[in-house]
Structure formats: structure tokens, C-alpha cells
């Protein structure tokens, strides 16, 4: 893989590829997205400097469950997970953001035998800088290899490595931000980053009734909906589009045929947006949206069923005593590569 190391002193690196690869990457996905029907934009254009301080905002609303409900399960089954690690580890997070819940995993992990080197992937190259600057003033021992990428490209990178047993975190349920085949497709190319010992811990938001759901990606405040047309802050600044904000609206609709919560930029009138870096003209009708991400929910049977087909097995999962989100050991499945 094209990594360039971008930051490095004698604790932590951060490799990130091309800004000429990334640039290319942000562009096809946009004309690709606006230019089918419906219009959709990838999540991964969230997480820009500014929609990645949004989300931390996001995860400490009220009405947003999934990040203290998940942070309660891991602040009392962590020192039980940590059974299940080696003495050697590498610790890799997909998806790892500030890195707020991996730190009560380290805790458990330097608390017993352990001795983890970690290695966060993350689209934010100026996130995974800070959390790496902070995570080695505050563990004294611990070795930070940050990889700014897409999980594709990091997980190439990740399955080359051998010397250690590789602890995949993927946290926040954010695999319920891929369809079904893209989740499946996900879990294959981690399944072959991994090891027979190697092991995943995932998270995942369980089904429950739609006003919780609906609350938690539409709050109050409007938190959620900057977060959701930032993206559209994002294209304006990058790809010198000419989106007016004040004619998209946040919209949150519940899609019972695939069991996901969709968000959407709901247009407000006929309009026409023009982004110059790509020469492109798109025409909107009025109420007609752009699919900005589905968070898919699970049930332990349909988890069982995914994991079935990516050649990976549950072991074991740990639930809220609400039942409302689950962490799962996740294991190979035996023979799945042959």
C-alpha cells in the first residue's frame, strides 16, 4: 500500500496515503453518488476535521444512547474481554475517532500482563494526530502506529502483520453504516486480515422501538442535522461546490425492509448545484434527497447470519440489561480461507 508517513517521533507514526489518492477517491464517490437516482454521498465525507468534533458532540447528547450504553458495557466486561488477549498484542480500532472508549481498554490491558502496541485506522489524518499525541503522554509504554485511510486500504496494511495477535476493536456500531452486501463485503476483508488466533471485538446497536431511534439521530438541539449537512459544508470548501445549506434539510426515516435508520438532505424547492472541480451540474426537485448513511440494526440472529457469511463466528456477546446494544467476541470461523 502508497502509505507516506506524515507524523513520527520515537512513540507514534501516522501514515496516511496520497493526498493526490485520497483527492481522487472523494471526487469519484461524489459524481458517482449525485449522478445516480436516488442521490446518495458516502459517509466517510462526515469525517472532516469539524464533522469529527460534531460527532464527539453528538455521542455526549442525551438522547444519543449508543455511545454510554456501549461505554457501560465495556466498563464492566473489559477486564473479561482482556482474558481472551495475548501478553503481545496488536490492538487495531477501525473506525477509532479520539479514541475515548479504547482508553478503558488499555486500562484493563496495562492493569494485567499485557503489553499492546496500538494501531487506530481512521479517514481523519488530523484526529488520529491528536488522539496519538495525547494516548502516548498518557500510557508511558504504549506504541501508537496510526494509519489515516479507508478500512480497505487499512486492513491490507493490518492483515501483513504477523508478529503479534491481532485485538480488531470496531466500536460504535458503525458497521450498521454499511448495507448488508458492504458489511458482508467488510467483514470478508477483515476475516482475511486475521489470523486463526486473532481475534474481533464488534459492536453493534441492537433493534429497538423507533422513537428511541428516532430521538437519537434527530436531537433536539440540531446537532445531528449540522453534522448531517456538513457534508455539504465539506463539498462546497473541497470541490468548490455551490450548495446553499438553508435549502437542504436534515430528514430521518426509518427503511423497515433492511432495518436501518437513513438520514437524508431533503431539498427545499427546485434547484440546480454547481461543483466546479468537477465540472458537474446536478438538478434537484423539490423534496428530493441525497442518502447521506443508513445505521442498520441488528438482532443476535441476523449478527449471526452476517458473520456466518464473512467466515467469521460469534463466540460471545455482552448486552446493556436493556438489551439496547451488544459487544461480541468474534472469532474465525474454522477452514473459512480454504
Known amino acids: ?45 462526515f469525517y472532516d476535521e469539524r464533522g469529527s468534533k460534531l460527532f464527539e458532540d453528538i455521542s455526549e447528547l442525551p438522547e444519543y444512547y449508543l455511545t454510554r450504553t456501549e461505554q457501560a458495557i465495556l466498563d464492566r466486561y473489559a477486564p473479561e474481554m482482556a482474558t481472551y488477549c495475548a501478553g503481545e498484542l496488536l490492538l487495531v480500532e477501525l473506525g477509532s475517532g479520539s479514541s475515548i472508549k479504547t482508553r478503558t481498554f488499555l486500562d484493563v490491558l496495562y492493569a494485567g500482563d499485557h503489553r499492546p502496541i496500538y494501531q487506530p485506522v481512521d479517514i481523519s489524518e488530523s484526529m488520529l494526530h491528536a488522539t496519538a499525541e495525547e494516548l502516548v503522554g498518557e500510557y508511558p509504554e504504549l506504541i501508537v502506529r496510526a494509519i489515516a485511510s479507508d478500512y480497505d486500504q487499512g486492513l491490507v496494511e493490518v492483515g501483513e502483520q504477523r508478529d503479534r495477535q491481532k485485538v480488531l476493536l470496531f466500536l460504535g456500531s458503525n458497521l450498521g453504516n454499511f448495507s448488508r452486501t458492504g458489511a458482508q463485503e467488510l467483514l470478508w476483508k477483515v476475516r482475511q486480515a486475521m489470523a486463526p488466533d486473532d481475534i474481533l471485538f464488534l459492536g453493534v446497536d441492537l433493534m429497538k422501538p423507533w422513537p428511541i431511534l428516532q430521538a437519537a439521530y434527530d436531537d433536539a438541539r440540531g446537532v445531528t442535522a449540522a453534522f448531517n449537512r456538513n457534508v455539504l459544508v465539506r463539498l462546497n470548501r473541497e470541490l468548490h461546490a455551490n450548495f446553499n445549506l438553508d435549502r437542504f434539510r436534515h ?19 427546485r434547484q440546480t448545484v454547481f461543483l466546479r472541480d468537477l465540472d458537474l451540474l446536478v438538478a434537484f426537485e423539490d423534496g428530493e434527497t441525497i442518502h447521506t448513511e443508513s445505521s442498520h440494526k441488528f438482532t443476535p440472529d441476523s449478527l449471526d447470519r ?7 463466528r460469534v463466540e460471545k456477546s455482552w448486552t446493556d440489561e436493556q438489551g439496547w446494544f451488544a459487544l461480541n467476541l468474534i472469532v474465525p470461523a474454522v477452514d473459512s480461507l480454504t
Open 1 to 45: 500500500m502508497n502509505l507516506q508517513t506524515i507524523t513520527a517521533n520515537h512513540r507514534y507514526v501516522v501514515q496516511s496515503l496520497s493526498a493526490v489518492h485520497r483527492t481522487e477517491s472523494v471526487h469519484a464517490a461524489v459524481r458517482s453518488g449525485l449522478t445516480s437516482w436516488p442521490k446518495t454521498l458516502p459517509p466517510i465525507l
Open 306 to 312: 452476517l458473520c456466518g457469511s464473512a467466515g467469521l
Open 251 to 269: 430528514e430521518v426515516l426509518w427503511n423497515d425492509d433492511v432495518r436501518a435508520v437513513e438520514m437524508h438532505l431533503q431539498s427545499q424547492g
